[in-house]
């Protein structure tokens, strides 16, 4: 991907090929400018690649693909819509498809501990409360593909835990591919089956790197000697790179 800016091209990713595996939870790694929400946007369709090409299940893809499930780094919420109507904007219009519709809306709220706030505004939430009816509302029409674009990185530390929790806890037992973009380690150590390493601008990825940790995973799973490992695999990759430079240690 090439932008042209200030009179010359900006090169924002190179030579970047992957596979992800239906039912898979990948993680995009990488620090800022790396190219992480750009390859994002490319897969879902809503940016065209410079060239090179992106398939899924066999199916190109040439236009922004209604049948993902996106959630942003904002919630993007619908002040005039109460929490319900926010969860349905893509219902099915059919009075049968909107009786279904509501029937998932109030499920997933209730899976994500949102059960009896269908009828508050997203401005009596907080931060954490609204990521979780974006995320309801990107998994209401049972997408195969959600697409997150470091959707917990605004929030505080105790519920970016719990989100974590509650997107594994959505994710588990289903067939849904996940590629999730974040530029915190212990995070996409914690969710993924494999964590996709971008080295610095121009970006492209680097290492792979498969996280061998038993599921359900829970917040216990951080102190094992495996969670370790894949911590230090990863910011290893960083230091190589030059992302990382511990100059303390080094003198």
């Known amino acids: 991907m090439t932008y042209r800016a200030a009179g010359k091209d900006i090169q924002a990713l190179v030579r970047t090929s992957l596979a992800i595996r239906r039912g898979e939870f990948v993680s995009l790694l990488g620090p800022s400018g790396c190219g992480k929400t750009t390859l994002l946007r490319i897969v879902a369709g809503l940016q065209a ?7 899924v299940a066999g199916i190109p893809v040439s236009r922004p693909q209604t049948e ?10 619908l002040e005039w819509f109460d929490v319900l109507g926010n969860v349905m904007l893509r219902q099915d ?51 195969s593909v959600l697409l997150m674009d470091e959707p917990f990185g605004a929030l505080d530390a105790l ?6 929790l509650d997107l594994q806890k959505l994710w588990t037992g289903g067939e849904k591919t996940v590629l999730f973009v974040t ?15 971008m080295a610095p601008s121009p970006g492209r990825v680097d290492v792979a790197i498969d996280i061998d940790l038993p599921r359900p995973r829970r917040l216990s799973s951080r102190d094992t000697e495996a969670f370790f490992h894949a911590c230090r695999t990863i910011r290893q990759a960083f230091e190589r790179r030059g992302v990382l430079r511990d100059d303390a240690a080094a003198s």
Do not use: K, N
């Open 159 to 164: 519920t970016r835990d719990q989100m974590c």
């Open 49 to 55: 690649p410079s060239s090179g090409r992106v398939s």
């Open 93 to 143: 219009p059919r009075p049968a498809g909107r009786a279904a519709a509501m029937r998932r809306a109030s499920a997933l709220l209730a899976q994500v501990g949102l059960a009896g706030c269908e009828g508050m505004r997203p401005s009596q939430l907080s931060g954490g409360m609204q990521q979780r009816v974006a995320l309801c509302r990107a998994l209401l029409h049972d997408p």
């Open 68 to 77: 993902m499930g996106i959630v942003f780094q904002t919630p993007i919420l």
């Open 183 to 197: 530029h915190d380690i212990g995070e996409a150590v914690f969710l993924s089956d494999r964590v996709l390493v």
